[in-house]
């Protein structure tokens, strides 16, 4: 992928699905997420959205039998999302070994109206395929998530022409790579911390 050509997105942002049953580092528990899993795709939305406004209900009695509202817009206290919101959304595609991947961004889909592209798989020419799809007209100049399987994370860093990939542990679910083609397209790792024992060594933000 080139960052010259002008068909370059902006950021790529890599994660891995969330917690599996059983053993984190093989292949056996099913193809869904666990109690874990499920919670680090529940929280995972809070990485890109800000504190909004909501809508505040003052409730008037006016008697016994009736009372009379008025909604008005109040402010929510926060801090700002911690990486940029994504304009794209990707995961690898289900298969009957697993489903997680879109299973763990689904909540950030529903949270930003967006869609999950799961057309790829992560086999060779699926990996192959997305990285020259994501060097097209339609992804330049976007903010872009994909969850993937740890196994092929380096396949997938070498196809979107990325620097400083290295070996994605089986035990570790709590990362982000990013990659910010408008600084040279080098991976900077970042720590989640969204649930108790995550990684807290790990650099929590980038800006």
Known sequence: MS??????????MIIRHG???????????GPDLSVQGAARATALPTLFLPATKSLECAVKPESAASFTGSYSPTTISGTSPRFLAPDVLLATA???????????????AAA????????????PNG?????????????????????????TMEELAA???AAGATKWDGTVF??????????GPTIQQYGQQLLFGDETSVPRTPW
Not at 19 to 26: A, F, I, Q, T, Y
Not at 113 to 122: E, G, H, K, M, T
Not at 174 to 183: C, N, S
């Open 3 to 12: 960052t010259s050509g002008g068909t370059t997105p902006n950021i790529v």
């Open 19 to 29: 917690e599996k049953l059983g053993n984190p580092d093989d292949k056996d528990g």
């Open 94 to 108: 289900d298969s009957s070994a697993s489903k997680r991947p879109k299973q763990t961004i689904s909540p950030t």
């Open 112 to 123: 930003l109206c967006l869609p999950i592209n799961d057309d790829y798989s992560n086999k």
């Open 127 to 151: 990996i192959a395929e997305l990285g020259q799809v994501l060097q097209t007209a339609p992804y330049a100049g976007k903010i872009i998530l994909i969850c993937w399987h740890h196994g």
């Open 159 to 161: 196809a979107l022409n």
């Open 174 to 183: 709590d990362r982000v790579w990013l990659i910010d083609y408008q600084q």
